[in-house]
C-alpha cells in the first residue's frame, strides 16, 4: 500500500506542504502539525 501526500501550496507565495492525506476525516496528526510548523519556521 502507497502513501501519498497531497501538496498543499499557498498561492501568494507558492510555497509547498506536502502531507499525507488525513482519512477518516479531516483531522491532523500531531506529526502533521509538526512539519507544518517545521515549514512555516514556528
Not at 501568494?12 to 476525516?25: D, F, N, S
Amino acid at each position: 500500500m502507497f502513501k501519498i501526500r497531497r501538496p498543499l501550496q499557498n498561492p501568494e507565495t507558492q510555497q509547498v506542504i506536502r502531507l499525507h492525506k488525513p482519512h477518516p476525516g479531516n483531522i491532523l496528526k500531531q506529526y502533521q502539525i509538526r512539519e507544518i510548523k517545521e515549514v512555516l519556521g514556528l
